[in-house]
Structure formats: C-alpha cells, structure tokens
C-alpha cells in the first residue's frame, strides 16, 4: 500500500493551496486519513483528521482555515488550505489507517510535500 501526495509549493501569506492523497495498492478498507506537518526543527505533528464515516477533527492552529476531505470510492484525501500563514511553512505528510485485508491493518505514510507560505 502506498501513500502518494501532491500539491505542495510556493504561496504568499494569506493565498490557498489544495494537497491531495491519493492511497494505491491492496486496499480492503481505509479506516482514519490524516494530515500531518512539520516544520523545520520541530516534531511533526497533526493538523487534520477525518474518518470513514466523514467525521473530522482540526488542530486549534487551522481551524477555520483548513478542510479534509475524502472519497472513499477512490481512496483519496484532501487538504484545502485558505488564508495560509508563514507559520504553516513545513512538509506535510499523509497517514492512513488501511486493511489490505479482512485480517491485517497497517499504518502507512507518504512522502511528504513541501508547503512553503512567503511573508
């Protein structure tokens, strides 16, 4: 099972970027899809969360700003991010709880795609 974000790049403060995940491989099930960041020096840390069943959760620092979301058909996730700050500068990274099978569940990252926001 693979994990694969794109979306990443350059922004002003105060402009929008769309990351997206896209999970490819044996896939029996995905349960909880993730985002996470981190920025340079610092652990990483959650920023989104969302559910199968399309339940989410944010961290207070993007709240009001940041939306995840899925398609469960087609195994992605997105993150749409609007009135980005220089704080929010890092790479961000997907996770996913995935079942390849009926019998096995695995926690898979991506790669990581690099959101740079310019003050």
């Known amino acids: 099972v693979r994990l694969v974000e794109s979306g990443g790049g350059l922004v002003p403060a105060g402009g929008s970027l769309t990351l997206s995940c896209a999970a490819s491989?044996?896939?029996?099930?995905?349960?909880?899809m993730h985002w996470y960041l981190q920025a340079p020096g610092k652990q990483r840390e959650m920023v989104a969360h969302i559910t199968s069943g399309g339940s989410t959760n944010y961290a207070d620092f993007v709240k009001g700003r940041f939306t995840i979301s899925r398609d469960n058909a087609w195994n992605w996730v997105n993150l749409q991010m609007d009135s980005l700050k220089p704080e929010d500068t890092a790479v961000y990274y997907c996770h996913a709880e995935v079942w390849p099978s009926i019998e096995s569940r695995v926690e898979v990252w991506g790669q990581g795609t690099l959101v740079t926001v310019s003050s």
């Open positions: 491989g044996s896939i029996f099930n995905i349960n909880a």
